[in-house]
């Protein structure tokens, strides 16, 4: 006797398309628990992005104020601020070493065995550096020395290239500066000078373009930049112009720049507020931060 043929083992359309329906509603419940995680987490990356780069641009500018000549630091306005850094400093030398200069009364660096001395009195074009802190001055440097007035250093009026270093005899310092010949004024306490390095003699930080809005994208429109120029002469009324700055940070929503040159009723103790807000893709990260600026020369 025949036997009647199997239906070959499967699913059938309907049972197929029931599966799948299944799916999709499992794939929609289960996405929408899962996206507000993943979105959180990218949101929480951008903004720790964001946050980590102004941090960055910040601790750099408040690093150069925090180095930078005393007295220096000039804010056009809140969206910019200039300061001349410094790469190192020491002390000069005051006076004649009576002890052992030869022959005794000798001028002023006159001889490998006469000390040099700073005579605010009149022009000086070598001094001794009794002892040097941080980086020691090379050909092509700045000294500066005794910067009271904010502009002094910026119009060269205690200030003086370096053209020459060498090393004196131990009784007479660590290093001996030639450079060109400067009448400086009397300086501070103990004869205090600072170094200003040749390929970065003024530091400016601009905030262009940030207008506290946020483009298409939800970008901040701006860019701090950090620009590198000469000594210019008389305070500036503006913030200059950025071309071949290099970029601190980028996506800049907001800057606001405050200086109290005299914090506390005292010229020895300024203080700069830096307030900097980023945004990116709609996440905004906002940081602010102040610091003391030690005036005195």
Not at 16 to 36: D, E, K, N, W, Y
Not at 265 to 272: C, D, E, L, M, Y
């Amino acid at each position: 006797m025949l036997q009647g043929l199997r239906p070959a083992p499967g699913f059938t359309v309907i049972e197929l398309v029931v599966t799948m329906v299944i799916l999709s509603v499992l794939a929609v419940m289960v996405g929408g628990f899962i996206r507000p995680t993943i979105d959180s987490y990218f949101a929480v990356q951008q903004r720790a992005d964001l946050a980590d780069q102004a941090d960055l641009a910040i601790r750099r500018a408040i690093a150069d104020v925090r180095s930078s000549v005393p007295n220096s630091l000039r804010v056009p306005n809140s969206q910019c601020f200039e300061m001349v850094p410094t790469i190192g400093g020491g002390r000069y030398r005051m006076g004649p070493d009576v002890t052992n200069d030869t022959p005794a009364g000798c001028a002023s660096g006159s001889s490998a065995t006469c000390s040099a001395w700073v005579d605010p009195s009149g022009s000086t074009s070598v001094f001794d550096a009794l002892n040097i802190v941080r980086q020691p001055p090379s050909a092509g440097d700045w000294v500066v020395v005794n910067n009271q007035n904010g502009d002094d250093v910026y119009n060269g009026n205690n200030r003086a290239l370096v053209n020459g270093v060498s090393t004196p005899s131990s009784t007479q310092g660590v290093l001996r500066l030639t450079i060109a010949a400067t009448q400086f004024p009397a300086g501070y306490a103990d004869g205090r000078f600072q170094v200003i390095a040749a390929g970065e003699p003024t530091v400016f930080y601009v905030c262009s373009g940030a207008d506290g809005t946020l483009d298409g994208n939800g970008n901040g429109r701006g860019t701090l930049y950090r620009l590198t120029r000469g000594f210019q002469p008389g305070y500036p009324s503006a913030c200059p112009s950025v071309a071949g700055a290099a970029v601190a940070a980028t996506n800049v929503k907001s800057c606001t720049f405050v200086y109290d040159a005299n914090h506390g009723a005292t010229q020895q103790s300024g203080f700069i507020w830096l307030d900097i807000e980023l945004a990116r893709a709609g996440e905004v990260a906002h940081l602010a931060t102040g610091a003391h600026v030690a005036n005195a020369p």
